[in-house]
T-cell receptor
Framework: SQQGEEDPQALSIQEGENATMNCSYK?????LQWYRQNSGRGLVHLIL?????REKHSGRLRVTLDTSKKSSSLLITASRAADTASYFC????????????FGPGTSLSVIP | DSGVTQTPKHLITATGQRVTLRCSPR?????VYWYQQSLDQGLQFLIH???????AKGNILERFSAQQFPDLHSELNLSSLELGDSALYFC??????????????FGEGSRLTVL
């Protein structure tokens, strides 16, 4: 089964609203990453949060990590139509970097 | 542009055939990861090579094999193809020298259609 599981599977919001996506994982991790994928394109790295960090910001992105609950959330503030994409969390499953496991993703639609 | 090159971009073939997908990692990256993405399975980890050696295997079928060459490019070989092998195949590269997971840089993928 997947190491990471995103929630919700799909999200539709109006432009300007905030979008929150959640990721849960099963085993211990060294770090967790979030990626974005435009339809049919390669994934693009958004942000990395280490296991000893609780929160990280990058522009309009805010990521939190709760290792006790084995969960992370990605918040996109003031969303834009261009944010429409699928978002994936990825973890190393505690394997350092040998295996990088992606969750099934959240499909975000931002309506202009 | 991620710096990762995958060829071919599109490939249409018949069941039972064999294909080879090629990946050139970002300059200097020692790690190459292969993933399969199909509509109903998400992004499945197949295999990871580091500096020519296999580091980890995921849900890779026995009909599939991969290798990484001395110049660090990698090839994924898919044989005895079945309809269900139709998918987007991605490779991603990373530095790999720090011993912990860093950012992965993805190619644009090879879309395989098996008819």
């Amino acid at each position: 089964s997947q190491q990471g599981e995103e929630d919700p599977q799909a999200l539709s919001i109006q432009e300007g609203e905030n979008a929150t996506m959640n990721c849960s994982y099963k085993t211990s991790i060294n770090n967790l990453q979030w990626y974005r994928q435009n339809s049919g394109r390669g994934l693009v790295h958004l942000i990395l949060i280490r296991s000893n960090e609780r929160e990280k910001h990058s522009g309009r992105l805010r990521v939190t990590l709760d290792t006790s609950k084995k969960s992370s959330s990605l918040l996109i503030t003031a969303s834009r139509a261009a944010d429409t994409a699928s978002y994936f969390c990825a973890t190393d499953g505690g394997t350092s970097y040998d295996k990088v496991i992606f969750g099934p993703g959240t499909s975000l639609s931002v309506i202009p | 542009d991620s710096g990762v090159t995958q060829t071919p971009k599109h490939l249409i073939t018949a069941t039972g055939q064999r294909v080879t997908l090629r990946c050139s990692p970002r300059s200097g990256d020692l790690s190459v990861y292969w993933y399969q993405q199909s509509l109903d399975q998400g992004l499945q980890f197949l295999i990871h090579y580091y500096n020519g050696e296999e580091r980890a295997k995921g849900n890779i079928l026995e009909r599939f094999s991969a290798q990484q060459f001395p110049d660090l490019h990698s090839e994924l070989n898919l044989s005895s193809l079945e309809l269900g092998d139709s998918a987007l195949y991605f490779c991603a590269s990373s530095d790999g020298t720090s011993g912990i997971l860093g950012e992965l840089f993805f190619g644009e993928g090879s879309r395989l259609t098996v008819l």
